[in-house]
């Protein structure tokens, strides 16, 4: 579910619906003909997702990013998902483009749970741990030739962008952004990992949407449309866009995070919100919420760990 926006109407195709995911998956996959489908909520902006019968979710790309999602993730989920914690999507078929829906798209494996909402977490400090325990076993995978992670490379490659949200934010009034506090926090953000650390393997995209819990712990992780190797502070987000900050703690010392690489990734994480917001505010509420949420934990809460 990637949070940056595209140019509106950029690649787009028909809007799905339940009559047209019944005929493609009868034509591709007639074993699971006549399976009920109901579409379902979703916050995510790259496909339109359907629940398939009992056991399986249909995801069709709405334009050109989530299309070549659909190799991405049939590509590397198998190999990813033996070296995981938890549950990833299965991949059970890819259906080719048509006339009708030009578009790669794909059925995967059904997978309990439920989004965790900021805010309202069960068990904060016990999932603070398994997203930690995801992302370290991310970042120790050694796969090699893998692609690299969407948002992954430089910071100084969201500078521009990020200066230009701040700008648009500020005739915005209405958002109540102090936008002079988040040049300032985007001003202290290092542009360059200590060292020089080569690339590790990400996630790239650690939004509420993209986990599932049940009982407050962290069962899944979804949608690896973004997965790539890149900076390790990519995979930070959840210290600011979910979690509070008792449980951001454990979560950042559960990967041992120095720093500068702290500090990184709670630039990037603002950096997301800021873009997100201008462009999700009368789009996407769940988006807009969400990048809301950001803006108000990373301008209060410290730089440093206390």
Do not use: K
């Not at 999602?69 to 070296?83: F, I, N, Q």
């Amino acid at each position: 579910m990637s949070t940056q926006p595209s140019p509106p109407g950029a690649g787009t195709v028909r809007a799905a619906d339940e009559a047209l995911v019944r005929r493609l998956v009868a034509d591709r996959f007639p074993r699971w003909a006549g399976l009920p489908v109901t579409r379902l909520p979703s916050g995510g902006t790259v496909n339109a997702v359907y629940r398939l019968g009992g056991d399986m979710l249909v995801r069709l790309p709405l334009g050109e990013a989530g299309a070549r999602d659909v190799e991405r993730e049939g590509t590397w989920l198998p190999r990813l998902a033996p070296l995981l914690p938890v549950a990833v999507p299965e991949v059970l078929g890819v259906g080719e483009p048509t006339e009708e829906f030009p578009r790669p798209w794909s059925v995967y494996r059904w997978l309990e749970g439920e989004h965790p909402e900021p805010g309202a977490l069960e068990d904060p400090v016990g999932l603070a741990g398994d997203l930690a325990a995801f992302v370290a076993a991310m970042g120790a995978i050694g796969l090699p030739g893998g692609p690299a992670a969407h948002r992954g490379g430089p910071v100084t490659s969201l500078d521009a962008a990020t200066r230009a949200a701040i700008e648009e934010l500020r005739g915005l009034p209405e958002e109540g952004i102090d936008c002079d506090a988040a040049l300032a926090v985007w001003e202290e953000t290092p542009h360059a990992s200590p060292g020089g650390e080569p690339p590790v393997w990400l996630h790239a995209d650690l939004m509420p949407g993209n986990l599932l819990v049940r009982g407050g712990r962290l069962v899944a992780v979804i949608d690896f449309g973004c997965a790539g190797t890149g900076d390790p502070a990519c995979d930070l987000f959840p210290a600011w866009n979910l979690l509070p900050a008792g449980a951001r703690e454990v979560f950042l010392d559960g990967l041992g995070v120095d720093e500068p690489t702290r500090l990184r990734g709670r630039g990037r994480t603002l950096s997301q919100a800021l873009i997100s917001l201008p462009y999700h505010r009368t789009r996407n509420p769940a988006m807009a919420a969400n990048a809301r949420h950001v803006l108000r934990t990373v301008l209060e809460a410290p730089a440093s760990r206390p």
